[in-house]
């Protein structure tokens, strides 16, 4: 999704209109190569204004989604297209109003980033952003008591079709963040980090899963939202081949920049791309790179070749209102999108529809 407003600077709706005016005005000049394939409905929600920020694979046949519009986490069945919801934090005591990134951290357990924001202003409290852990795995451990193999350990834990609630437990907290928004995870032999963007800050943190201890891994002015203008800056993050991938909204930036065995780095932060318009994006194994545009209401790649290639949607069709989101299956045939059905930007300036999951041949 498009970052975020705080409550204790509030700049009015006006200025996110505003913003999405000039992106279409810039982008509606850029030629970029046409070869769309087919659009498949999955599922979709039954209300507009339903808001699907991030999504993951979770199984072969089930991926995850957050939604922004409320706070919540569901599943979807890719071969019957059904939706079930599986956590929300509504009600008790909690104030979370929006789930934000979603990582896998490890076969059948996730990551959620959660927090506190007002969606008709879109506007972020600062202070009440956290990390949730979704946990999946199966709960009868009584074969771990009858000496099976390490190797038999692993096919019983394989990823399942997530069928069953998780235990949801909280993380860590990061209270001087902003507006947490997408999260990637980073792996080396001995730990493991969560990367989350803060946008309007132009930050990058780093969530230690072992110790829970968190730190800025990386702040630089390329990840900073333009000057003067809605605090719309890195959003889309994925680590790939020794490089942390990221997207800047307002500026309309692809970059990346080294990452090293603490998760961080000093840079060059390099400029991949200013030819698309990202929101959220993934990577193929082969380093081509697959971007959800918004208010485009297109999917564009980007090949290893620095070639732009549209290949679902167009600015004025009702195919793929605000798509928000994407991620490969495994054999990387199939491309799954999230939308927010043109809520950030009706197409035509009129339509919407509520947010679905949608897919594509790649």
Not at 39 to 67: P, Q, Y
Request: proline share 5%; glycine share 8%.
């Amino acid at each position: 999704m498009y970052p975020y407003i705080r409550f204790s600077n509030c700049v009015p709706m006006y200025w996110f209109i505003v913003w999405v005016v000039i992106i279409k005005a810039v982008t509606s000049a850029s030629s970029y190569t046409q070869n769309t394939e087919p659009v498949t409905d999955i599922f979709s929600f039954k209300e507009n204004g339903s808001f699907v920020d991030n999504v993951v694979m979770s199984g072969d046949k089930t991926l995850l989604l957050t939604r922004i519009d409320v706070p919540e986490v569901w599943s979807v069945n890719l071969q019957t297209g059904s939706g079930t919801l599986v956590h929300s934090f509504a009600g008790g005591s909690s104030e979370i109003t929006s789930c934000f990134g979603i990582t896998k951290i490890s076969p059948n357990v996730f990551t959620v980033v959660a927090g506190k924001f007002d969606l008709s202003k879109f506007a972020a409290q600062k202070g009440s952003f956290g990390i949730w852990k979704f946990d999946f795995s199966p709960r009868d451990d009584t074969t771990a008591t009858k000496g099976i193999t390490w190797l038999y350990q692993q096919q019983r834990d394989k990823e399942k079709n997530l069928n069953s609630a998780p235990v949801v437990t909280k993380i860590a907290d990061i209270p001087e963040a902003v507006a947490l928004g997408a999260s990637t995870l980073f792996k080396t032999r001995t730990s493991r980090f969560l990367l989350i963007s803060d946008s309007p800050e132009g930050i990058i943190w780093k969530l230690d899963l072992d110790t829970g201890k968190h730190a800025i891994a990386f702040k630089d002015d390329s990840m900073l939202p333009v000057p003067n203008g809605p605090p719309m800056g890195v959003n889309g993050i994925k680590v790939y081949n020794g490089y942390l991938y990221y997207v800047n909204v307002s500026k309309k930036e692809f970059r990346r920049v080294a990452i090293d065995r603490t998760a961080s780095g000093s840079g060059p932060f390099e400029l991949v791309s200013s030819e698309v318009t990202p929101d959220n994006f993934d990577i193929a194994s082969d380093g081509t790179a697959y971007f959800a545009t918004n208010t485009e209401n297109t999917i564009v790649k980007l090949t290893r070749q620095g070639e732009v290639i549209q290949i679902a949607g167009n600015k004025n069709s009702t195919t793929l209102p605000g798509p928000t989101c994407c991620v490969l299956d495994r054999e990387e045939e199939t491309l799954y999108i999230g939308t927010n059905g043109g809520l950030t930007g009706p197409v035509n300036g009129v339509y919407k529809e509520p947010g679905k999951i949608a897919a594509i041949s790649v």
